[in-house]
């Protein structure tokens, strides 16, 4: 049992959202098995990546690809389908963490 | 009798209520026996005498579809089926009420398929007693009137914010012609008000979410909900009946009593047959027989407490069913039933009878060999079959 999310009499009736753009506190990236690891050699800062994540989990800043949000990348691998330059490869997610620590 | 009593069918007198609450939106799907009420209503749709946006679907499972997005956008909301339709809308029913959408349905309860049938039993409805819609059964046109006008008010109760289905006995209620008094339009929309939308989706100033994904972290949480709220309707559904009968005179409660009161045996029926039934008792009553009836018109939430004790008295009791439940330790009626009466020391002896599927008829003399069964047994101690088919061929 998880003890730390509210009870019934306290949530909002009908499965209803009542706040509005509260989904990126939804942290998908718990569903991910494959994580997408971009080497910084390979990559040209093309941002094809960019456009085809379904999630917008490449993050950019000032026209270059700052990081990969993992709290939401779901492990997909468009993103490394997609690299012209074979810069992102998808690693298997029992690489980075024990079930201990898992995000979600 | 007033200026307003007319011989009508009970599919018009639900039409003319519907045309007197006058709701927002009516998304429905013409299938026998209810396919008068919605022609009837489509006609008040056509010579504007009403507001309504009426909304021509291509099935069942549509007409509930769209009385969910009605409903969610913030109108007052109308539909109405029978058997087949119902079952095809039933994955959006369950939908309508997990989502708090106070949608208003006449059922005309018909046998569902198979094998294929048109007529009354109650078989669709009661298959639909766990969507948590709350079910009201009634035993006339006037009381489908009157259960239709009252649903709204019920349905639409801030502390309710369920859907209403309102059952009548296909044709036998539907398309059978009786009296019925109406309330003057005025009347009906003073009583039911006007409509207050709880989050509705069109106001774009407080945009939200209706119907999102809910895991195994918060359904159970809104399922518990629910559970709460149709059991917190029970006393909002007496005081609806007793402001309804400040503008009607007609008296209504969770269930009806028959000479219940003295009586030694009972049956419990719903709907139409509690009619002929009642028929019966007079006719026994006058030969001295301590016999009664009760009618149950709410069946869910399920008045188990109320019904348990009104029935604690009798030495014997028949429970009718016009559904059976195949497998199950009787019909639907008979098992809530029987549960209920174990809150009370003193069970009754107790039969259930399952009769009238697919319309097979039921007359006085069906009943009254019931009561004389009921007599059998207060005097042997003995049942001699728990669980009996009433008027099948052997």
Request: with cysteine.
């Amino acid at each position: 049992m998880t003890t730390n999310k509210k009870g019934w009499k306290e949530i909002p009736k009908g499965g209803l959202i009542l706040e509005a753009g509260n989904s990126v506190k939804y942290q998908t990236g718990s569903w991910r098995s494959l994580r997408p690891v971009r080497d910084e050699d390979k990559c040209t800062h093309c941002l094809i990546c960019w456009v085809y994540c379904p999630d917008s989990s490449i993050i950019v800043k000032d026209g270059k690809i700052k990081e990969i949000d993992y709290d939401h990348c779901k492990g997909c691998g468009i993103c490394a389908a997609e690299c012209p330059t074979n810069a992102i490869t998808m690693k298997n997610e029992s690489e980075f963490r024990s079930e201990q620590n898992a995000k979600g | 009798m007033s200026k307003n009593t007319v011989a009508i069918t009970g599919n018009d007198a639900t039409a003319y209520a519907i045309k007197q609450i006058n709701p927002d939106v009516m998304a429905a799907y013409p299938i026998t026996p209810q396919t008068a009420l919605v022609q009837k209503f489509s006609e008040y749709v056509a010579d504007g005498l009403v507001n309504t946006e009426f909304v021509t679907v291509e099935s069942e499972h549509s007409a509930m579809s769209a009385c969910v997005g009605a409903a969610a956008a913030g109108g007052r909301v109308m539909t109405a089926t029978a058997a087949n339709g119902l079952a095809l809308m039933f994955e959006i029913v369950y939908i309508a009420a997990s989502s708090k959408l106070p949608i208003v349905m006449p059922v005309v309860n018909r046998a569902l398929s198979g094998p294929i049938n048109i007529h009354c039993d109650h078989s669709d409805t009661m298959a639909a007693r766990d969507a948590g819609w709350i079910q009201i059964y009634s035993e006339s046109a006037q009381e489908a009137y009157d259960n239709t006008i009252q649903s709204i008010r019920i349905a639409e109760n801030m502390k309710v914010r369920l859907p209403v289905m309102v059952m009548y006995d296909g044709f036998i209620t539907s398309h059978g012609i009786e009296m019925v008094d109406f309330l003057d339009d005025n009347v009906v929309h003073d009583f039911v008000g006007d409509y207050q939308p709880n989050h509705p989706l069109l106001d774009i100033n407080k945009p939200l979410t209706y119907g999102p994904l809910d895991l195994y972290d918060y359904y159970f949480e809104h399922k518990r909900q629910q559970a709460e709220d149709i059991k917190n309707s029970k006393p909002i559904i007496l005081d609806v009946a007793k402001e309804f009968k400040k503008i009607s005179g007609r008296e209504y409660g969770l269930f009806e009593s028959y000479q219940l009161e003295d009586a030694e045996t009972g049956i419990v029926v719903l709907s139409s047959t509690a009619g002929t039934a009642k028929t019966v008792v007079d006719e026994l009553r006058e030969e001295g027989r301590k016999i009664g009836l009760l009618k149950p018109r709410v069946f869910r939430p399920f008045p188990y407490h109320e019904i348990a004790k009104a029935l604690s008295h009798l030495k014997a009791v028949a429970i009718l069913d016009r559904a059976d439940s195949f497998g199950a330790f009787g019909g639907p009626l008979f098992t809530e039933i029987r549960s209920a009466m174990l809150e009370y020391g003193k069970i009754p002896e107790n039969i259930n009878i399952i009769y009238g599927l697919g319309g097979r008829d039921i007359n006085q003399k069906d009943i009254s060999g019931i009561y004389e069964q009921l007599d059998e047994i207060v005097k042997s101690g003995k049942v001699k079959e728990r669980i009996q088919y009433l008027g099948v061929r052997e």
